[in-house]
């Protein structure tokens, strides 16, 4: 899925969608850009293929820095993001809507994967920065 992990203050990891669409995503893949001059991690575009059009490649999906308006290092755009995304209706639509790479929830078999709807939204943002269960329902109980 098109997300991403607080390993620990600062230092996201960021996951790259499957290029295979089992769990309901759009096949998809991120390319980095990077500093030369710290080899830090800049900005990235994720590109997608479409299910439901089919077309004949993989096509510009976004980039995390026009998406969502941030610059600089990737790790710090992320950490702001983290907590951007509690209060900024916009990031958290955008976010929501992109983590299945543009997949429609449903495939041609008939399996369904559902959005990220008000319900389950808190389960997700505290996955961001939470690894542990314990954390988890902690935070999801305080959102």
Known sequence: MDEYRMMSPGNPAV????????FGNNPAFKVFTFSRATLKATDYTSLNYDLASAPSQFNRYYTFSMAYLMQGYL???L???YSEL???SAMQQ?????YFSGHNYSD????EYYP???KTWPVYWCGIGNMGEP???AYVNYY
């Open 15 to 22: 996951t790259t969608p499957s290029i295979a669409p089992y």
């Open 75 to 77: 790790n710090d755009s």
């Open 79 to 81: 950490s702001l993001l």
């Open 86 to 88: 509690v209060t900024n």
């Open 94 to 98: 955008f976010y929501r809507g992109n």
């Open 108 to 111: 041609p078999v008939g399996n």
């Open 116 to 118: 990220i709807t008000n």
């Open 135 to 137: 954390e988890i329902v």
